[in-house]
């Protein structure tokens, strides 16, 4: 009797698993038919939910920056406040309140003195290119009439004075036909972009705050996951769960805080030599170049294209050092410098990340470019050691150049591995 009852319990226990299983599968067919049909509702939807919770994404971006330094001063804090206090917990808690004020004292000095260096030199830059740019307009005019109007050239000219003709003849009409009658509009524009500036900003100091929240409830947090999961799944699934998100946490912390470190000294370094070789604007081309050495592999073709035309304004020689310049950089970033920061924090080869950040970014744009590389290396190691799996019990081998073939070559494979 108990044996029937006991067969009962498991057919009915296996049913209602494949049951639940076809209806939650079932359910997330509708809701993806749904969403496809309704894209662009979701994506409205989407980008709602991203400007509510865009404090605690702010927040939350802070504190994982901020982790190493936090980390680092409890650690070395406590080392000397426990021997001053006979209950180590208020020891621990006093270390937790420094190292929150080190670490938001670290913050606000870097983003701080980065606009006290950064933006005045940038707005003198910017207002001196501004200066500096109808001239050399001027004398490119100059030089093209008096070289176009020699000889076999005198059509030429006369088709660029038409040409400048016409420009500034479309430049009077649209003044006239929309710059003028939409004046409203574009007042109403600003009004805006100046709300949504105060806005962000708002958002930025409540992130400030979330930030302090999450760094220090960031283990209870961990605690509070690690007890969900233990009691959600197998302790097999578990481990694998923990294993990945270690993973996860070693390769995303790695790539950032190592091309932080890396954009900081090119950035440095160019500005640096910019200033030895006499180059003009030196503080805004500097910016450029190490804000945009934070994309891999395509940032610094990215900064120097804008950075050369800047240059070329002033001085076309001093626009060909500095081609120069960002070559010798580079050379000296992908070989040296990168690999001795990053080290093998990713794991990609170089196709793999230009196809995660043309993808990535195609998708996601800016923050895709920049996380497109860190998300591949994840995908990309886990189904590398799946395959291994796979392979292994198969009994076949599971490093690659075991299936390389050097017969088309006709080279002996043995010599080459």
Request: charged share 15%; hydrophobic share 50%; proline share 4%.
């Amino acid at each position: 009797m108990r044996r029937d009852t006991s067969l009962r319990e498991k057919f009915s226990n296996r049913y209602a698993k494949l049951g639940l299983c076809i209806f939650v599968s079932g359910a997330a067919l509708i809701i993806l038919y749904e969403a496809i049909i309704n894209m662009g509702d979701v994506k409205g939807a989407f980008d709602t939910l991203t400007t509510i919770v865009s404090p605690f994404i702010y927040g939350l971006i802070m504190a994982y920056l901020l982790c190493p330094v936090y980390n680092f001063s409890v650690r070395n804090l406590y080392k000397h406040t426990k021997r001053r206090f006979k209950n180590k917990k208020n020891a621990f808690r006093l270390s937790r309140v420094i190292a929150t004020v080190v670490s938001l004292v670290v913050l606000i000095g870097a983003v701080g003195g980065m606009f006290a260096l950064v933006l005045p030199e940038t707005i003198d830059s910017v207002v001196n290119l501004v200066q500096v740019t109808p001239g050399r307009l001027t004398d490119l005019a100059i030089w093209a009439e008096e070289t176009l109007t020699k000889g076999e050239h005198q059509q030429m000219a006369d088709y660029l004075d038409t040409m400048i003709i016409n420009v500034r003849k479309s430049v009077i009409e649209w003044t006239d036909n929309n710059f003028m009658p939409k004046i409203g509009e574009y007042m109403t524009q600003i009004s805006q972009g100046i709300f949504v500036t105060v806005k962000t900003v708002f958002n930025i100091v409540i992130g400030v705050i979330v930030c302090v929240y999450f760094l220090n409830s960031k283990d209870i947090f961990k605690a509070q996951t690690m007890k969900t999961i233990m009691a959600m799944t197998s302790r097999e699934k578990a481990m694998e769960i923990f294993d990945f998100g270690n993973f996860c946490n070693k390769t995303f912390g790695g790539f950032i805080n190592g091309k932080l470190i890396d954009s900081l000294i090119i950035g440095i370094i160019c500005f640096v030599a910019m200033n030895i070789m006499e180059l003009p604007y030196p503080v805004l081309v500097s910016a450029i170049i190490g804000v945009t050495n934070f994309i891999p592999f395509f940032g610094p073709f990215i900064g120097a294209v804008p950075s050369t035309i800047i240059i070329c304004v002033e001085s076309p020689l001093q626009a060909l050092y500095f081609v120069i310049l960002v070559i010798i950089l580079q050379t000296f970033d992908g070989n040296i410098l990168g690999p001795k920061i990053l080290g093998g924090s990713t794991g990609l080869a170089s196709f793999w990340v230009m196809f995660a950040i043309i993808l990535c970014g195609g998708i996601f744009g800016f923050p895709g470019m920049v996380l497109g590389v860190p998300v591949f290396a994840v995908i990309y190691y886990y189904f590398s050691r799946y395959i291994s799996k796979k392979l292994m019990r198969k009994n076949l081998p599971s490093d690659t150049a075991s299936y390389e073939e050097f017969n088309k070559y006709d080279i002996d494979r043995k010599e080459i591995l």
